[in-house]
């Protein structure tokens, strides 16, 4: 059965625009359109009543910088052609993003990635998508396992794997992602080398360690899974993060488990951050 998605759409201050949307992943909005003071805002309609609506009109009706001026309901389908129509092919450092329907040659000396977004989140325009993928040629080294946990399309593990991981597993709690990550592994040829799991951390063995921990997710499901991934990255490994705020970035890094990891790059794009962090060879 084809799902219902809520757009909702906003007035804020251009200045403001990134520190409120970051509020809004809070809420489970994960796709975002902004011109000029208006910002349009993506969830799937359903989850989003049941888990999150009280909680979003308590805040809309406290946030003085945030004006709700629009609401929508779209069908699954009229998404899908939507990111059809507006997604086209970018270079973010080496990497060259363009949709299967595309057919621009590569820009020499890039590596592709053939990603068609769906309803799943990581189109390499939203600056957290975009800052990770700049960091990772520092950090992937040949033969690393890898795990990209809130993986939505499978960029991040699949650019990981381009450049020389020998295996990752993708993990996210949106069942739409297994289908998107599944194909966009298929189209870059790598699906033999990619796990794709739906669920959290609870989806990971106890036993399970990785080279290289990727987290593209909001502010607050990184401090609650802040000891899952410190504990899923193999000592001397690495934990990428990003979905911070200039605002938050802080409250983050003095979370327990992450202070004790040592900070080896941060990059930042308008408001965001990512950070990358680097394990004590032995735990402390």
């Given at each position: 059965m084809n799902r219902?998605?809520?757009?909702?759409?906003f007035r804020i201050p251009e200045e403001h625009q990134e520190a409120v949307i970051a509020r809004l992943t809070d809420f489970g909005f994960y796709g975002f359109e902004q011109e000029d003071d208006t910002v349009a805002a993506w969830t799937e309609a359903d989850p989003f009543s049941r888990q999150s609506q009280t909680d979003f009109d308590r805040w809309l009706e406290a946030e003085s910088l945030c004006t709700l001026i629009g609401r929508e309901t779209h069908a699954e389908r009229n998404w899908n052609e939507e990111w059809e129509q507006s997604i086209r092919p970018q270079t973010v450092g080496k990497f060259y993003i363009h949709p299967a329907w595309a057919d621009?040659?590569?820009p020499q000396g890039t590596i592709p990635?053939?990603?068609?977004?769906?309803?799943?989140f990581g189109t390499g325009y939203h600056e957290t998508t975009r800052l990770l993928l700049?960091?990772?040629p520092s950090f992937v080294?040949?033969?690393?396992?890898?795990?990209?946990?809130?993986?939505?399309?499978?960029?991040?593990?699949i650019a990981a794997l381009k450049l020389g991981a020998a295996h990752a597993v993708c993990v996210d709690v949106d069942a739409w992602c297994f289908d998107n990550a599944g194909e966009n592994a298929r189209r870059n040829g790598v699906e033999d080398v990619m796990d794709i799991r739906i669920g959290s951390?609870?989806?990971?063995?106890?036993?399970?360690?990785?080279?290289?921990?990727?987290?593209?997710?909001n502010r607050n499901v990184l401090l609650d899974l802040a000891g899952?991934?410190?504990?899923?990255t193999k000592p001397g490994g690495c934990l990428l993060i990003s979905g911070i705020v200039r605002d938050d970035e802080q409250s983050v890094l003095s979370h327990p488990d992450y202070s004790q990891l040592s900070i080896?790059?941060?990059?930042?794009?308008n408001e965001w951050y990512a950070i990358g962090l680097r394990k004590p060879e032995q735990n402390l």
């Open positions: 219902t998605f809520l757009r909702l759409q621009e040659p590569n990635l053939v990603i068609d977004p769906k309803m799943s700049h960091m990772l080294k040949p033969g690393d396992r890898v795990l990209d946990m809130g993986s939505g399309t499978g960029i991040l593990a951390a609870e989806q990971m063995g106890a036993d399970e360690k990785f080279d290289i921990v990727l987290a593209n997710i899952e991934l410190g504990g899923m080896e790059d941060t990059k930042a794009e």
